[in-house]
DNA sequence: GTCAATCATCTTGTATACAAAAACTCTCCC
DNA sequence: GGGAGAGTTTTTGTATACAAGATGATTGAC
């Protein structure tokens, strides 16, 4: 329990980030987080390292560490590049996938839509994160792989807002069947475009609700 | 000059490892480095975190920091990915750049073949750097075009010995006037298609050197 | 001679100490 | 009352100290 502390210490810190639990632009008091975690403020420093090594928050000499929460228009390019590094993962796996990987693709759409019916959104959401994670996973490149998930991962918090537009839900599912079918076929440039705006749409959805909350 | 030692640490650190001084799985011994560079450990194992969370080293807990280079497999893997970066980058710069960019695009690539006329490889280098970088400036996306400079400096290194390939330099010109053509007609796809090809073949030349040394 | 166990040494991880810069406060002046 | 400035308090950045795990060496048993 006490072998490198400052690791713990920075996924937790982490996961506060990518939860919203912090504002933009909140410093992050070295000592009320050392007190917090009761330590040092040496494992603390060397958490907060990572956390602006992995651009969740920006530093600024002899001031501090500040939360950077990406605002609408960095959300909106984050979704965009997601959006194109899963066209290609899918591009890619259309040729590279087995049998087996397809089998457990369909296996987490189904479960996709179990949840939908139960109206378990939660594991809705965790299921679709495995959808997706196997169409990365399906690239045969796991450099690829390890950049979407990464990416996947930090939009996380915002990814759940599309829950807010009635019918999407649905829509999503739709589409998920139509990236599996399109799959089955070897269809690489239909999976990718289906996929691509199956993504894009969250931004544009969360564009949609910011401005809507801006008025 | 003694404001935040640790990241100028960090930095070198960086292109050190980068520029291939380092081997792979070699430890960084943090006393070692605390005395190359006039400080303590502290500022010495924050640099260290930094080359961590970025991927370059690998941390194992009560053992130390040990250099990680890219075997050939996850190069190639780190050739594709980037080369589909590209593709996705020229792509939204298709319809995205103004007549501006296309004038330093056009400028940039001027300079390429000077250098190559002039026969100075490190300037070719450099040009080539800002050629490819206007793209992804080009694509209007802060996020894509940060993620993109990020893998293009890690594969700095191994990008230069496409320069053992004779007429890789003339073939390569070739293909940047295609896509500065590709993207003054507004074709998007084809640009997308010969600059993911003009990428990924250093990739494969890569490929065909290591095993032509392994044999 | 080989292997194992114990002891010494080295290295990491964390805590604490201290210097310097930034932020804050209080006073003084207008 | 408002603002400038000196002094105080915080806070960062680095150095040092110390505890504990990992490494290596020496010794002893077989």
New interface residues.
């Given amino acids: 329990m006490n072998?490198?502390r400052?690791?713990q210490i920075a996924k937790t810190l982490e996961q506060s980030v990518v939860a919203g639990e912090f504002r933009d632009g909140e410093r992050l008091d070295e000592l009320k987080l050392a007190e917090q975690f009761h330590v040092s403020r040496?494992p603390i420093?060397?958490a907060l390292?990572?956390l602006v090594?992995?651009g969740m928050a920006e530093?600024i000499?002899?001031r501090g560490v500040f939360i950077r929460q990406p605002g609408p228009v960095?959300l909106m390019?984050?979704f965009?590049?997601m959006a194109?590094?899963e066209a290609?993962c899918v591009r890619?796996a259309a040729t590279r996938m087995t049998d087996d990987d397809l089998d457990a693709l369909a296996q987490a759409n189904e479960r996709c839509q179990q949840a939908i019916n139960d109206d378990d959104p939660d594991r809705y959401y965790a299921e679709n994160e495995t959808f997706h994670q196997i169409i990365y996973r399906g690239s045969a490149?796991?450099?690829?792989e390890k950049?979407a998930r990464h990416l996947q991962s930090r939009l996380k918090a915002y990814r759940r807002i599309q829950l807010h537009f009635r019918g999407r839900l649905k829509q999503s599912m739709s589409e998920h069947s139509d990236i599996l079918s399109a799959l089955k076929a070897g269809d690489a440039d239909r999976a990718a475009e289906v996929l691509r705006d199956h993504v894009a749409i969250q931004g544009e959805k969360f564009h949609q609700l910011v401005s809507s909350l801006n008025r």
């Fill in positions: 072998i490198r400052a690791n040496t420093r060397e390292q990572v090594t992995s530093q000499p002899r960095e390019e984050m965009e590049t194109e590094l290609v890619l490149n796991r450099f690829l950049q």
